[in-house]
């Protein structure tokens, strides 16, 4: 006789469990947990007919842009709660986050893929540059910069676009989070967009929010970060202050004023994690 339930298949031969190696593995809950925070291989030795896992893949975020510079988007997030494996060796890849600008008109990137099996999450946009460019697409759209820019377009599934910018501002929008678009900018009057919310999992046994967007910048007021790691924007100022997308958590950057090297704007790294009963 032959029982499945819960990923396990008890026989004559007994209950046949889930084990398996790779990143670094913690215990909560009843679950075993896999945590990637660089690319690396998660090993089945053993899995039941039909087993599956938790699984959470975050890619990395957008940089943020220069110039009254646009906040990056969230890297993609996908989660699926009954991911099917087998007993074989599966390649992870965490994505690195896009990087800042590297003069006020160019240099920023998008953020980078993470993967895990069927599971591919989309590199975060980066945001608009030099006052009158469009966000980019990716994962979550990248915020714009100038008036009348347009947001970067999220991938279906993984996220949401960029903010555009009004008329009449020389602001960054904000860029697109898991849950939320990114923030206009120009409201009020040269004020950086918010960067858009990430999303809550508690798959590492806490509830933790990821792929937040990052705030655009502003002449007035900056915009603040998504919840989930996204980066905060720059109010024009002397001291530059906008700040990088958490690692590990495919925050997108937030957005300059103006360039400054020493400024942060890069997006955060991604993640993967997976789970199963214990």
């Not at 508690?202 to 655009?216: F, H, L, P, V």
Request: proline content about 2%; charged content about 5%.
């Amino acid at each position: 006789m032959i029982l499945a339930s819960h990923g396990l298949i008890a026989s004559s031969g007994g209950v046949v469990k889930i084990t398996a190696t790779g990143g670094t593995i913690t215990y909560s809950g009843g679950q075993t947990i896999h945590t990637f925070t660089s690319s690396g291989t998660f090993t089945v030795l053993t899995a039941p007919l039909a087993a599956t896992v938790e699984a959470l893949v975050v890619a990395g975020g957008g940089g943020g842009g220069a110039y009254a510079g646009g906040g990056g988007g969230a890297g993609g997030l996908l989660y699926n709660a009954a991911k099917s494996i087998t007993a074989t060796a599966y390649t992870i890849t965490v994505g690195s986050g896009g990087v800042k600008p590297t003069a006020n008109d160019s240099g920023n990137t998008n953020g980078n893929n993470s993967i895990f099996d069927s599971l591919t999450a989309i590199g975060g946009g980066r945001g608009g540059v030099n006052t009158s460019e469009d966000g980019k697409n990716g994962g979550s759209g990248g915020g714009s910069t100038g008036a009348s820019a347009t947001g970067g377009t999220a991938t279906s599934g993984q996220g949401n676009n960029g903010g555009g910018n009004i008329n009449g501002t020389t602001a960054g929008s904000g860029g697109g989070g898991a849950s939320q678009i990114g923030g206009k900018g120009g409201i009020p009057i040269d004020t950086g967009g918010k960067g858009g919310n990430g999303s809550a999992y508690s798959i590492n046994g806490t509830s933790t929010y990821y792929a937040g967007g990052g705030g655009g910048s502003g002449v007035n007021n900056k915009g603040t970060g998504g919840l989930g790691g996204g980066g905060s924007g720059e109010k024009f100022t002397l001291t530059p202050a906008s700040t990088n997308g958490t690692a590990n958590t495919g925050g997108g950057g937030g957005g300059m004023y103006l360039y400054d090297a020493s400024n942060g704007g890069n997006g955060g790294s991604g993640i993967v994690i997976i789970s199963y009963p214990t």
